[in-house]
C-alpha cells in the first residue's frame, strides 16, 4: 500500500498523475515538458523525491487492436530508463484512447482547446492510472528491480 506515480510518456510532454492505492484514486498532478531524456527524467526525480513512490506505472500504447507501434517501444525504453533511475518496480497499463478521453472530458468543463492543452497529458496520465486501479494485474513491465 502506498504511493504511485503513473506516465503519459510523450516526446514533448510527459503527463503525470499521482494515486494512493489504498484509495483507489487517481488524480492528474503535472506535465513534464523537457528538451531531452536527462531534463525528464530530472523533473521525475523531483516528484519521486517529493511524492515517495512505491512503483511506477507507464501507459503502454498500442494501435486500437493492440498490435505495437513505434511509441511503444519509445514508453518500454522510458519504463526502463525509470526502473534504472529509481529502482522501483514499473507497470504497464493500456492508454489506448486516454488522449482522446482526456480531451473529451476537459471539452465538457467548458475549457477551450486553448486551455485544454496544457491539462491533457496529466489528465490523460490520471486515466492511465485509474485504469490500472481498476483493472490490477501483476505483470511487471519491466523486471522488478532488487528494491521492490
Aim: charged share 25%; with cysteine; net charge negative.
Amino acid at each position: 500500500m502506498g504511493t504511485v506515480l503513473a506516465f503519459d510518456f510523450g516526446l514533448k510532454r510527459t503527463g503525470v498523475a499521482v494515486g494512493e492505492t489504498a484509495l483507489g484514486q487517481a488524480h492528474p498532478l503535472s506535465v513534464i515538458t523537457a528538451g531531452n531524456d536527462a531534463e525528464r527524467l530530472a523533473a521525475i526525480a523531483r516528484l519521486v523525491a517529493e511524492w515517495q513512490p512505491e512503483l511506477l506505472v507507464v501507459g503502454c500504447p498500442t494501435h486500437v487492436d493492440g498490435t505495437p507501434h513505434d511509441m511503444t517501444a519509445r514508453a518500454h525504453d522510458f519504463a526502463r530508463a525509470l526502473q534504472e533511475r529509481f529502482h522501483l518496480p514499473v507497470r504497464k497499463a493500456d492508454e489506448r484512447l486516454t488522449s482522446r478521453e482526456a480531451e473529451t472530458r476537459l471539452k465538457e468543463t467548458g475549457k477551450t482547446a486553448r486551455a485544454i492543452k496544457p491539462l491533457l497529458d496529466a489528465v490523460a496520465a490520471q486515466l492511465i492510472l485509474q485504469t490500472w486501479f481498476d483493472f490490477p494485474h501483476d505483470d511487471i513491465f519491466l523486471f522488478p528491480s532488487s528494491a521492490a
